[in-house]
């Protein structure tokens, strides 16, 4: 296996996995780096195989959805040289898809990392979920006084509301 594959740690796949649209997909650029190609080349791939990318394999971002992403990772705008299109989202399967039509050696030892990085979240997702549904057995197990802990542990699972600061100059209040 390719010794530049073998140093990434698959943990760097699974944070290049976003959900957008109820989906885990992957940005056509984070696919592009890992694969060992260029944007540009993955896209033009794509666009020659077409019928291989059904709406359920690869969909690309409204221009809202790429700028909610956009600012969430601080990337350039499209008047600084950034993107001027909204990115492509692969799911799992447009993933190994994408792999397959760049027909490189890279592309496919790579999709295998990718893979597993998606069967890894799967895993993670279904745990969470036996874990919800044994403590709502334990909740209707025992009587009101446990309500307090059972709310505890549920607020605890219940992932964070990303807080999105505020850009540019804020003139601070006077008190009085």
């Known amino acids: 296996m390719n ?3 073998a140093r990434i740690p698959v943990e760097r796949v699974e944070r290049a996995i976003l959900l957008v649209r109820g989906q885990k997909v992957m940005l056509d650029a984070d696919l592009a780096k890992l694969y060992g190609t260029s944007t540009k080349r993955l896209n033009e791939q794509v666009k020659r195989n077409w019928d291989r990318f059904p709406d359920d394999f690869m969909f690309q971002l409204t221009r ?17 040289g ?3 299109v909204p990115p492509y989202a692969f799911t799992e399967h447009g993933a190994i898809m994408a792999a397959n039509v760049l027909n490189s050696r890279r592309a496919v030892q790579a999709s295998i990392y990718v893979v597993r990085a998606f069967i ?5 997702l279904a745990s969470h979920k036996e874990l919800a549904r044994r403590l709502d057995a334990l909740e209707q197990k ?10 505890a542990i549920r607020k605890l699972m219940t992932p964070p509301e990303p807080r ?13």
């Not at 999105?164 to 009085?176: I, L, N, Q």
């Open 3 to 5: 010794q530049e594959l």
């Open 164 to 176: 999105v600061p505020r850009m540019g100059f804020h003139a601070s209040r006077r008190e009085g």
């Open 120 to 124: 890894r979240l799967r895993e993670l």
């Open 64 to 80: 809202h959805e790429w700028d909610c992403l956009r600012s969430q990772f601080a990337t350039s705008k499209p008047q600084r």
């Open 82 to 84: 950034g993107r001027r």
């Open 142 to 151: 025992y009587d009101g006084q446990f309500r307090v802990v059972f709310d």
